[in-house]
């Protein structure tokens, strides 16, 4: 076993494997960007080393500064996570020419699988089924718009660099897929320095199931499959494991695929076989197709774990130190059943836009295992992946993990950041996803019942209203009533874009009457707790004028000065704002063009995506306030509209 590694990685991937490799007596070394100098995966490593700026391609993408970490320190070999240079096969010969282990597939096993097509073309020749499509050479637009006519509409177009839903577009009629092209190709231009894409058939009722595997050189076992069906915008949102309605013939038929695919090219490690599979008549064994070979650790990696009992970071290491498979086809055996939330910053309302913020308050539940890289205190970067923790539970049946995720989502607490809490907490409760009946588009098609946030109760908005005026502490219990003569009080909060004030009227330490417009709550406290009209008081966190209560996912309320209520008056549909911080890529509209609502103005890309700005309502440019290469904030005024002549006249 080696006696340190270095994480070529950040966030709670880094986090997680220095909690296994510290279970094994081996030290290990983090690098930090100038934005994670102060990261927990910094402070729980044994050493860290500064790499560069903020940027993935100032610090975390710059392998050489890395490897020289690891020499420097003593480092015997390096685990590269997920993302980032994991599955770059140069750095991997980099590594092993600077006499350093990589604890991963070899370079050659990354290379087969990295391009889709030239993968197809070898798992066909291994004997695994491949979705109809074009994985040609040639990509003049034409002729790719001629492929995608021959396979039949609709089509997906995927970077054959790609991977994450990056560079991948789903085109429904011929007329779109020009347009769509040009974003694919940007989009993978952009994430991986490759712009060529290929051309696949999109099944109808698709379901995304995936088998882990893993590998040591030259005998491979899987650890059964995961699906990953639910997703938005090819981006995975709930894992499991085992796949709903699986059948031991459908499994025997895929475990069996994934591990031709990873002998095929002598994979050591841990990888994943991504099959596509054709849900409409229920898992069949010749419906399902190869889509990628991820060769590295999945982010979803801890259902498997779940299920099987088995540290599959720890196989990592102690395969790459020299050992053989640490365990035989025949000794594998699913236990029970797992499900993984991932919980990310983003506005959902936004559109799921990536968000931004200080985490104030942040605590897990103690019943589920919760991977996280960022703690109480902690800012969500604008440069990295949004997400705050993955939360995994366990149970002897589906039944009993999905009702153990949807407690374990209730009892997560998040300050300081919007999140997807409220999204996520909807999919555990969804009814179809209860009984099994996943597919790919089940978010599509009931986005809005979804996303649908209840609204605070009257007794809420008491419980912030006196949260705001500092309240809700604990009573002393000698509090003279010489000081609680009858006072009224006034507060301005707001919350989701309204505006409201709330009235306190103070009758003693223990007992207020507060009117939130024309209902009058009675606040009482009592048995230890603060109850509103017989309620109990929800926990709630406040920092500074932001109070959220840790009800229903989370209400944010943010108490203001009157003075200010009237300076939150801008000019409405006049300017074209960032929704996040990012770089703008393009800007298709001049001073002096006449726009349409809807039209498409400027692409914004942050996070490895790319986010399309439209005009809000019909007009003319009257000023374009940044052009393209621009890096921007959250809230910056890109493009300014004409005062409409409509409005003026009103």
């Known amino acids: 076993m080696f006696r340190k590694i270095l994480i070529a990685n950040r966030g ?141 509409y609709p089509v997906l177009i995927k970077a054959v660099a790609g991977g994450g839903g990056k560079g991948m577009r789903l085109v429904a009629q011929p007329q779109e897929f020009s347009e769509a092209l040009d974003s694919a190709r940007g989009e993978a231009r952009t994430a991986f320095g490759n712009d060529a894409v290929l051309i696949e058939k999109y099944v109808e009722q698709p379901r995304h199931i995936e088998v882990q595997v893993f590998g040591d050189g030259v005998q491979a076992v899987h650890l059964f499959e995961r699906d990953c069906s639910l997703q938005r915008r090819h981006q995975k949102v709930i894992e499991e494991a085992p796949a709903p309605g699986m059948t031991p013939e459908m499994r025997m038929a895929m475990g069996e695929a994934a591990v031709r695919a990873a002998k095929a090219i002598g994979y050591k490690g841990a990888g994943t076989v991504e099959f596509i599979v054709d849900g409409s008549e229920g898992l069949r064994p010749d419906r399902f197709w190869f889509m990628e070979m991820n060769t590295r650790l999945q982010v979803e990696h801890p259902v498997t774990e779940a299920i099987t009992g088995i540290d599959l970071v720890e196989w990592q290491l102690r395969v790459a130190a020299g050992e053989v ?12 059943h797992a499900f993984e939330a991932r919980l990310y910053a983003e506005d959902v309302p936004a559109g799921f836009l990536p968000a931004t913020g200080r985490l104030s308050h942040l605590r897990f539940s103690p019943a589920a295992r919760s991977d996280s890289g960022v703690r109480a205190g902690d800012a969500i970067s604008p440069w990295y992946d949004p997400m705050i923790a993955k939360i995994i539970t366990h149970g002897p049946t589906r039944e009993v993990a999905l009702a153990r995720l949807a407690q374990a989502l209730r009892d997560t607490q998040v ?205 003319t440019v009257a000023e374009l306030l940044v052009g393209a290469g621009s890096q921007v904030e959250a809230g910056a005024a890109l493009i300014r509209l004409a005062e409409d002549d409509k409005e003026d006249a009103a």
């Open 325 to 336: 498979l640490p365990a035989r086809q025949q000794d594998l055996r699913i236990n029970g």
């Open 12 to 152: 709670e991937i880094a986090c997680r494997v220095i909690e296994t490799a510290r279970k094994l007596g081996v030290q290990t070394v983090a690098v930090y960007s100038d934005a994670d100098a102060n990261a927990k995966h910094v402070a729980l490593a044994d050493q860290a080393i500064w790499i560069g700026g903020p940027a993935p391609a100032d610090s975390y993408l710059r392998g050489d500064d890395i490897i020289s970490a690891a020499l420097v320190t003593g480092a015997e070999a390096i685990h590269p996570g997920y993302g980032f240079l994991s599955e770059n096969p140069d750095f991997v010969d980099a590594v092993q020419a600077a006499g350093l282990v990589f604890i991963g597939p070899s370079a050659d096993a990354i290379r087969a699988m990295g391009l889709k097509d030239a993968a197809k073309h070898l798992m066909e020749q291994a004997g695994v089924p491949v979705v109809p499509g074009y994985h040609g050479d040639n990509q003049d637009p034409e002729h790719l718009a001629g492929a995608a006519d021959a396979i039949g």
């Open 415 to 619: 300050a300081g950041a919007v999140t997807n809490l409220a999204f996520l907490g909807a999919l555990a409760g969804h009814e179809g996803f209860a009984r099994g009946e996943v597919d790919t588009g089940l978010i599509a098609r009931d986005l809005a019942e979804l996303t649908v946030q209840p609204p605070a109760t009257p007794q809420q908005r008491a419980q912030a209203a006196l949260a705001a005026l500092g309240l809700l502490g604990t009573v002393a219990p000698l509090s003279g009533f010489s000081l609680w003569y009858p006072l009224t009080r006034s507060v301005l909060l707001t919350h989701e874009g309204e505006t409201f004030e709330a009235l306190v009227r103070t009758r003693g330490p223990e007992n207020h009457l507060v009117v939130v417009g024309e209902i009058v709550i009675e606040a009482l406290h009592r048995r230890g707790g603060w109850f509103f009209d017989d309620e109990p008081a929800v926990p709630f966190a406040r920092d500074g004028a932001a109070i959220t209560l840790f009800a229903d996912a989370g209400h944010r309320f943010t108490m203001i000065d009157p003075l200010d209520r009237e300076g939150a008056a801008g000019h409405a549909g006049n300017l074209i704002e960032a929704p996040m911080p990012g770089l703008v890529k393009a800007v298709f509209v001049a001073a002096g063009d006449t726009v349409t609502q809807g039209q498409r103005l400027a692409i914004l890309e942050a996070m490895k995506m790319e986010h399309t700005l439209t005009a809000g309502r019909d007009g």
